[in-house]
């Protein structure tokens, strides 16, 4: 595949490193070789520094409200957005129109006047029971139809990932609760799910335990979960043996059955059916819109990557091959910095993060930076180094390493683009919001996935197969290029 070499960056990056080292081929030897050295070590600190002073400026994202109607109305545009970007750029799939579907259904039910009720919780505490008691005690006397449903037992290896959705949770615990209930319940509550935490059987605790318990899930929950929000029930009381002394002296004994213990929770819920409910409704959209736009997103990215990762072996070749060329250390930052710039351009078009020249500049300099200040490059150069001696005639080539070292340290950082992008927000493009932190951190995850053993070595003789002690700096490139 031929490359398009007509960037001007490229060009100029890579032109300068060439004209600093053919002057450094026109110096005779010994102590003039320290002056060139010099020259290039100038040269490309002056370039880095030059980069390095256009920052782009960085906004954050603040997070919208969930319960309304205008919020719930956004995220469906949001969605929907999301949908005609994934048919514009995967034409031939049948994701865009399935997806669109969904979205129809969901914007037809904003106003829907049913509320869903999903019951969850971990295995034996009562779940089933406290539905069949709201039903038949309860449900049935309200206007609007409340449709209860229950989840599998929690925490079952083949359940830990259940999704649990509904307008309103009720999770039910037998009594305080484990970190594994703790921490389900701060998820919900961080995805803006409308939770109760329900303290069944509470008939199995005497009074002053039964304070204790309740004075201990406050504490836990505390920031999490309003107080009234966690309600202390018993849907289905154990039966109790009564006995009766009679007259004749004589002892009877009879089963009795309990009556269930609702009242604080049918009150809760008459509370929120009166004053949440259409907002219930509204907080579904939104979290249903989110979902659909994460699986338009997700498939987004796939396409995109599909299109990106050829543009970073192409560069990757052409930065191995600029260095490999150039036997001057100091300019191999001059030369794979302006590759990396271009990198950046391309990469942030295919994902419609359109990037100035001085912001692409920072982009780049900031990833070489970072691989420097993480010890990213002397680690991989030693490892590289290690690997690249098993192949004799490539590795007495001067600049092998280097060149190699070039090519993958390109990879990372396009890989490290590709995992940015593809975490960000599909409309922080359109804002141009950048985070170089979330860059940063990206790049030391991507380095270390990247750093296999097994991978390293094929990456090396895969580049090293590209390189040779006789090809000379404009035929690398083109070379690379083929």
């Given amino acids: 595949m031929t490359l398009n070499l007509r960037r001007p960056i490229l060009i100029g990056g890579i032109g300068l490193s060439a004209a600093l080292w053919l002057l450094e081929t026109l110096q005779h030897s010994g102590s003039e070789m320290g002056e060139t050295a010099l020259i290039g070590l100038a040269a490309a600190g002056a370039g880095y520094w030059w980069w390095r002073q256009q920052s782009p400026k960085l906004e954050l994202a603040l997070p919208q409200p969930l319960a309304n109607r205008e919020a719930a109305e956004k995220a469906i545009a949001t969605s929907e957005a999301a949908i005609n970007l994934l048919a514009l750029e995967a034409q031939n799939s049948a994701a865009p129109a399935h997806l669109t579907a969904k979205l129809d259904r969901l914007r037809a039910e904003l106003d829907r006047q049913d509320l869903r009720i999903t019951v969850t919780g971990g295995k034996a505490v009562g779940k089933t029971a406290l539905i069949q008691v709201l039903n038949s005690k309860w449900a049935s006397q309200q206007p609007p139809k409340l449709i209860f449903s229950e989840t599998a037992p929690l925490f079952a290896n083949t359940n830990a990932d259940a999704k649990i959705g509904g307008d309103l949770v009720l999770f039910v615990t037998a009594g305080d609760i484990t970190d594994s209930e703790f921490k389900t319940l701060s998820q919900l509550a961080s995805a803006g799910q409308r939770v109760l935490l329900i303290w069944n059987k509470l008939d199995q605790y005497l009074p002053a335990q039964q304070s204790q318990v309740l004075q201990q899930l406050h504490q836990r929950m505390q920031g999490i979960l309003g107080t009234e929000d966690i309600i202390a029930i ?54 249903e819109a989110a979902s659909i736009k994460l699986e338009a997103k997700t498939l987004l990215n796939a396409v995109r990557r599909d299109r990106s990762i050829p543009i970073i072996e192409q560069y990757q070749y052409i930065a191995a091959a600029a260095v490999f060329a150039n036997p001057v250390p100091a300019l191999d930052l001059l030369a794979t910095t302006a590759i990396s710039t271009q990198l950046v351009i391309d990469l942030g078009a295919i994902y419609q993060q359109k990037f100035s020249l001085d912001q692409a500049k920072t982009v780049a300099a900031t990833l070489a930076s970072q691989m420097f200040k993480l ?108």
């Fill in 234 to 287: 018993a849907a289905s009381p154990n039966s109790i043996k009564v006995r009766q002394h009679q007259a004749d002296g004589t002892v009877q004994e009879r089963i009795e059955n309990q009556v269930s213990q609702l009242e604080p929770l049918t009150e809760r819920f008459t509370q929120i059916l009166t004053d949440e409910r259409q907002q219930l409704v509204w907080a579904s959209a939104v979290r």
């Fill in 375 to 482: 010890g990213l490059v002397e680690l991989s150069t030693q490892t590289i180094t290690g690997l690249l001696k098993s192949n004799a005639v490539t590795y007495a080539a001067g600049g092998a390493v280097q060149g190699i070292s070039a090519a993958y340290f390109t990879r990372i950082a396009g890989l490290s683009l590709i995992e940015y992008f593809q975490s960000q927000e599909l409309d922080n493009a359109a804002k141009g919001i950048f985070s170089l932190d979330q860059l940063t951190k990206t790049l030391q995850a991507v380095f270390q996935q990247n750093q296999q053993v097994s991978f390293l070595e094929s990456f090396v003789n895969e580049v090293a197969s590209r390189l040779s002690p006789q090809t000379s700096g404009p035929q690398a490139v083109n070379s690379a290029a083929n």
